[in-house]
């Protein structure tokens, strides 16, 4: 191919590159519901703080409810459908063990209430997350809307995605490369176990306090705060650095534009 063909056929493959890129994700931004739905991020911040005052904990299990959203079939809140067997929430990462389902429940029911039809789920667990970050004190990141709801949940799926405790270095390295991240990522994002709890057969013995049995649960801090605290000793010491891994975590594998659905019911998919 002559220098000349070759520049216009890499300047048709740019242009087309960013064609796709502006059409995938032309739609979203972060005044998205400015029109259809501006009470939306009132409603979702006195939900999120109502659910924090209630248990702090809450904040770590909205933050990991949504980490296992995007990093199955992206962030398409197929993790909060429970209207099939073996779907997303069956998986071993995430059976008796997920939680915060009822706060996006809440957030979902008052959001139909002022603007029906409107808003996804997967925006709904974006934003909440966010904002409980925040309110523990954690990092703020820039998030667009505009994604919409997945119709399809599979176990199987959440079973090869997730990383799971006993996975190895390389193991994790490949997961999260999988998805597009970087080690360094990994590590800034696993920054998230700053805050939290643990089922206590995932504690190993430096961890496990007199009151852990297998019934209880090994911690952390409950916010970003108070693992700041040299007196608290704590193993994960690392937080939530870099608001950019949260970024681009929030847009893994969007469904946009006419692509999935706003589902009604955060926990069904729609029946036309
Ligand atoms: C690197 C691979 C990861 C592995 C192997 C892993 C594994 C785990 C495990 C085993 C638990 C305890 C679950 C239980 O006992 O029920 C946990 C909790 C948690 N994980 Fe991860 N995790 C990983 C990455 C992440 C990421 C990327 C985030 C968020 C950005 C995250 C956020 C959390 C939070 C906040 C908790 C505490 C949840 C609560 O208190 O309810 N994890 N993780």
Redesign the pocket.
Known sequence: MGSSSMTSHCFVVVTLSLLYVTTTYGQLSQNFYAENCPVLERIVQTEVSGALSAEK?MG??L??L??HDCFVQGCDGSVLLNDAPDSERDAD?NA??L?GFDVIDAIKTKVETNCPGVVSCADILALATREAVVELGGPSWTLLLGRRDSTTSSKKLAEDNL???S?SLDG?VT??ANKGFTPTE?VA??G??T?????C??ADEGQVRPECNLDS?AMTALDFADARVPTTPTRHSST?TSPPA?NK?SEVGLLTGDEGQIRLNCNKVNVN
């Open positions: 904990r770590a299990s933050l990991r949504f980490f990462a008796n063990s939680r990383p799971g405790p996975s994790l997961a999260f990994l994002l696993s998230a176990h805050i939290g709890m643990a089922k057969e995932f649960l939530l949260m975590l």
